[in-house]
């Protein structure tokens, strides 16, 4: 109900600029400048005046469209968007009693005639039910009325006039003027209703505050230093004196023990009785113990619907805002009293004695501060802009957004065409933690009392100061220093030129510049290193923000804010680390944004793991040599899936056809030109990988198998055929359909050298019985397991250059290429980004969700002696249309990977062809 008003007065601000009004549907209206006489109200009013012209089918409100608004006869109309509300407001609720209203009289001049002078502000309106029935009363008009539009009145300081026929109600927002009330006296029940909340809310609070002297928080050294000190004493003539709200219902009952004064305010000023409900809404008629800060009001309608439901009671508030009086020419409260800016009060109860339980209702009721001072509690809140407690979460402190004295609201101005951060106090604050690495006092104005903060920026902070000591084996933290945070604005001006970058960014909240604390090795601790930190690591916490990065290096910091389009910036060449250009710089800097947005940013969770027992990944050469694992002993149980043999019967049986493929492929090699030793080096090889035997792809025989396929690949001259740039296209090995995808126009495996000298021997099967024609696989997973295939699908990864495309039909043929791709994007430097063709459309988001799982995996597990700088960036799509080309080459290399398949069907045949039985 009172969060709503904000807005509202938002649209007063443009009502006094004569720019805009912004009305509560959301429409935005110019008004006019030149006023004809024959639109001037006849009474006092702040609404602007409309043209008409082009908004037949806009409405103020659901409930008011301009033409219901306006005089029918007329082009221009005057409209007060507060009243509007009101309007709204009223015409809802008796909607949801199935009693709607209509406008029987809007805005009206003088020569329509109008039932009311009132007609002629913009600020009035004359109703009635749509189709009134038996049991339906204009009284029930009035006290809807007089529930909705009250408090949106009483927000702006303005009083509510009704009158009543036997079928129609005038409803007016009375003039700016101090004009009394216009309604009858009996009509104050009907406020109760609309101040009362609907339930009692919950409180589970365990503190108990029973003896005097208790106080809650039980650390506050005093309520100032909890809730922070007063600016200045509010008068009742102040502009800040409009911030503060005034409780009209009964519920509450309130002392007035100033209404017997002579004067009150001023000398010569009247005082108001309020005790049984104040003389108005305009600033002269405010009782002053009514009066208080709208977060002690919304934490007081709590407290006081606590105290009726559960002691059966009345709270009852001896002292809220102070004013001078003539009892007290200089107020009850001392100078600085927490009074004088409605942010304190004395409660006590009226029909019962339990201040402990009261205590309790106000520490649930979000009262910051609680003290029992034995026949009463004292009780005081924080700023806070607006009615609700909207906290603003940071990681280790929520806070609440607040509005400056009126005095100082140029220091904490922004223009209207920037956005900016909440505005909070930090009195009382300095010291409180933001994040775990820095404190209030680290970013705000060191000359200024209030702040404007992003909680994004402070993320980032922390992401910053976190990443730089991850790896810090043990040695203490580094301090990274915010130079500079937020600035007021005149500061902000004065320290900022125009043309400067950092203009207009530390004043709305957006910006740090920051350094290493002094002492550090500059060598490696400098502004080059917090750049690549700062891009690597807030790159995606603003794009989750909705906003980019400005990240500017300086000599000595680095800038970083939240801006709305990226901007890479360098002070001077000097700040540039060794023998890096502005453009490599820049490049780098760009790369690391992108792969922070995309989690493409390599950051092992323990990097000392990560390397160990790791084998990088390398291109061919003769100078390769595998690393002998390192030995680990595990003892087996019956619960292991395989256990290692080289002495089976397969074994046994292949001996002879192992060697005659070792002695087969290596006939091939021998016709290579081959220096010194390598052909004795490459003949070892092979026998220690084609013409070994042993079960299982785990333990020491794999191991083996391993590192001399691998030094057979790296060292024999038959290259991948892949090294030209964009050309490489990675399928799985066998789905025959994606080759035409893959391999056409592109290059793919089957195409590569090494490939052809390999994969017949993968291929291969004997005849156990020569007399049978029962076929084996010589390599079978089971028997005698191979590594070829998955170490030349790395290899091929390895020697690819820029785009890679890969091939894929199931999210199950993704996860087959997972090693495959983890060379390709985390370990290949060469590769400048990988695209996933995927040829079933249904499976698109299903194959892209595991490949995004595979680089968040590799983000954090992957070996950063060898990785790139970057994981390289990806992409999912659906494949496009395949451009198919046959070739006699191509049907060759798809009968021998087809052979694999389809050996038994084969086998089959063949004896259909002999005329044999099966």
């Known amino acids: 109900m009172f969060r709503s008003v904000l807005v509202l007065l938002a649209a007063l601000v443009h009502l006094c600029t004569g720019e805009s009004v912004t009305f509560p549907s959301g429409e935005v209206l110019n008004s006019v400048d030149d006023v004809p006489d024959a639109y001037v109200s006849a009474i006092n009013t ?6 008409s012209e082009g908004l037949d089918s806009v409405s103020l409100s659901v409930y008011v469209p301009v033409s219901r608004w306006k005089s029918p006869d007329q082009r221009y109309f005057r409209a007060n968007p507060t009243f509007i509300a009101c309007l709204q407001n009223t015409s809802t609720a008796l909607s949801g009693e199935e009693k709607p209203i209509e406008i029987a009289e809007g805005y009206r001049i003088a020569s329509d005639s109008p039932s009311s002078d009132a007609l002629t502000t ?35 300081q303005r009083n509510i006039g009704i009158t009543v026929t036997d079928d129609t109600v005038l409803i007016q927002m009375r003039p700016d003027d101090g004009s009394d009330l216009g309604f009858e006296s009996d009509w104050w029940t009907y406020l109760d209703s609309a101040y009362d909340l609907a339930t009692t809310p919950t409180c589970e609070e365990d503190t108990a505050l029973s003896a005097n002297g208790d106080k809650y928080p039980s650390t506050a050294t005093s309520a100032e230093a909890e809730v ?8 009742r003539d102040s502009e800040d004196f409009r911030q503060l709200v005034q409780y009209p219902a009964s519920h509450i009952l309130f002392a007035d023990e100033e209404s017997s004064s002579s004067w009150c305010g001023a000398e010569g000023a009247s005082c108001n009785p309020c005790a049984s409900h104040p003389v108005g809404f305009t600033p002269s008629q405010r009782c002053a113990d009514r009066v208080m800060s709208k977060r002690l009001y919304t934490a007081l309608l709590r407290v006081d619907k606590h ?3 559960q002691l059966n009671a009345r709270l009852r508030i001896t002292e809220a805002w102070d004013e001078p009086h003539s009892g007290a020419a200089d107020g009850d409260q001392a100078e600085n009293s927490l009074h004088n800016e409605g942010r304190a009060a004395k409660l006590e109860l009226s029909g019962s004695s339990d201040l402990t339980s009261l205590a309790k209702y106000c520490i649930c009721a979000d009262i910051d501060y609680v003290e029992h001072k034995g026949t009463y509690l004292f009780v005081a809140v924080q700023k806070q802009e607006g009615y609700l407690s909207n906290y603003i979460e940071f990681d280790n402190e929520a806070l609440v957004p607040v509005l400056p004295p009126s005095s100082n609201t140029d220091t904490y101005d922004v223009s209207d065409v920037y956005t900016r951060a909440y505005l909070f106090d930090s009195d009382g604050k300095e010291d409180k933690y933001l994040c775990d690495d820095a404190t209030i006092g680290d970013f705000k104005d060191p000359d200024e009392r209030y702040f404007r903060l992003d909680p994004t920026l402070v993320k980032c902070y922390q992401a910053i100061s976190t990443r730089d000591n991850k790896y810090n084996n043990g040695a203490a933290r580094r301090k990274i220093v915010v130079n500079v945070g937020y600035r007021s604005t005149p500061a902000q001006s004065n320290e900022y030129g125009i043309n400067d970058p950092r203009y207009n960014t530390f004043n709305r909240g957006y910006a740090m510049q920051l350094s290493y604390e002094d002492g550090v090795d500059t060598e490696t ?3 080059a290193r917090l750049a690549t930190i700062a891009a690597s690591q807030c790159g995606k916490l603003f794009k989750t923000a909705g906003v980019s990065i400005g990240l500017g290096l300086y000599t000595d910091s680095i800038f970083v804010d939240m801006r709305n389009e990226q901007e890479l910036w360098v002070e001077t060449s000097d700040a540039l680390p060794a023998d890096t250009s502005e453009d490599e710089w820049f490049d780098k800097t760009d790369e690391y944004v992108f792969a922070s947005e995309e989690d493409r940013i390599i950051e092992p969770d323990d990097p000392v793991s990560a390397c160990l027992d790791f084998i990088a990944p390398e291109k061919q050469s003769s100078d390769f040599e595998h690393p002998s694992s390192a030995k680990r002993r595990k003892k087996r149980t019956a619960n292991d899936v395989c256990t290692p043999s080289s002495s089976t019967t397969h074994c046994s049986q292949t001996a002879a056809h192992r060697d005659n493929e070792v002695s087969h492929v290596m006939s091939m090699v021998v016709r290579k030109y081959l220096e010194g030793d390598l052909e004795d080096r490459l003949r070892a090889a092979l026998r220690g990988c084609t013409g070994a035997c042993g079960t299982c792809m785990e333990g020491s025989i794999w191991d083996e198998k391993v590192r001399n396929c691998n030094n057979f690949m790296h060292w024999v001259p038959f290259n991948l055929g892949n090294n030209e740039t964009d050309v490489t296209n990675i399928h799985p090995r066998n789905n025959l359909e994606l080759k035409a995808y893959a391999c056409h126009p592109g290059h793919c495996i089957i195409e590569a050298p090494l490939f052809s000298l390999l994969v017949q021997s993968v291929d291969e099967r004997y005849r156990p019985d020569p007399a049978q024609s029962a076929e084996q696989e010589l390599y079978s997973s089971e028997q005698n397991p191979l590594p070829i295939m998955d170490l030349l699908y790395k290899l091929y990864a390895m020697h690819a250059r820029g785009q890679v495309n890969v091939w894929v039909a199931t999210e199950e043929e993704i996860n087959s290429l997972e090693s495959s791709l ?18 079933n459309p249904d499976v698109v988001a299903d194959v892209e969700t595991a490949a995004r799982k595979f680089v968040e995996d590799w983000a954090t597990s992957a070996c950063t002696e060898h990785t790139r700088d970057t994981i390289a960036p990806l992409t999912v799509e659906a494949a496009p249309a395949a451009k198919r080309r046959r070739s006699p080459e191509y049907d060759l290399r798809d009968q021998l990977l087809e052979r694999e398949q389809k050996w038994e069907e084969r086998w089959m045949q063949s004896k259909l062809r002999s005329g044999g039985g099966m």
């Open 46 to 51: 702040s609404s602007l005046l409309f043209d």
């Open 122 to 156: 913009g600020e009035a309106a004359v109703v009635r039910f749509t189709n009134a029935t038996a049991g339906m009363t204009v009284n029930d008009i009035v006290r809807v009325a007089i529930q909705q539009c009250v408090p949106v009145f009483e927000d702006v």
């Open 228 to 235: 922070g000190a007063i600016d200045s004493a509010i008068t």
């Open 307 to 309: 105290v009726r439901a």
């Open 525 to 527: 601790y400098n502004p």
């Open 822 to 839: 983890q060379v390709a994007m985390v370990y290949n430097k060469d590769v400048t980004g990988v695209t996933i063709y995927v040829t």
